[in-house]
């Protein structure tokens, strides 16, 4: 009978926990990737390999737009007009090098 009951509350402590933890996003996903964003001074486009541009949605409000350099990445303003160029100047760029 003892053995009954103790399996029984296993159970029940298993259940429990795994319903608080089920279904909940990670905490890295939980935020912008962006936190802090580069405005000034502009980057030149010969210096950026590439641009990463995650939508807003409802996890970040604001556009993200990640730009990967030689010496790593850095997180653009999206509302300055030389980002917004600059990224038109990378599609174009990228359209150009597919075949």
Same mark, same amino acid.
């Given at each position: 009978?003892?053995?009954?009951?103790?399996?029984?509350?296993?159970?029940?402590?298993?259940?429990?926990?795994?319903?608080?933890?089920?279904?909940?996003?990670?905490?890295?996903?939980?935020?912008?990737?962006?936190?802090?964003?580069?405005?000034?001074?502009?980057?030149?486009?010969?210096?950026?390999?590439?641009?990463?541009?995650?939508?807003?949605?409802?996890?970040? $409000?604001?556009?993200?737009?990640?730009?990967?350099? $030689? $010496?790593?990445?850095?997180?653009?303003?999206?509302?300055?007009?030389?980002?917004?160029?600059?990224?038109?100047?990378? $599609?174009?760029?990228?359209?150009?090098?597919?075949?």
């Amino acid at each position: 009978m003892k053995l009954t009951v103790s399996a029984f509350m296993l159970l029940i402590c298993t259940a429990a926990l795994l319903s608080t933890t089920e279904g909940r996003p990670k905490s890295q996903q939980l935020s912008c990737r962006c936190p802090r964003m580069h405005s000034e001074p502009a980057i030149p486009a010969n210096k950026v390999l590439s641009l990463r541009v995650i939508p807003a949605g409802p996890i970040c $409000k604001n556009e993200n737009i990640i730009a990967t350099m $030689k $010496k790593g990445q850095v997180c653009l303003d999206p509302t300055k007009d030389w980002v917004i160029s600059l990224n038109e100047e990378i $599609k174009k760029r990228n359209l150009k090098s597919q075949p």
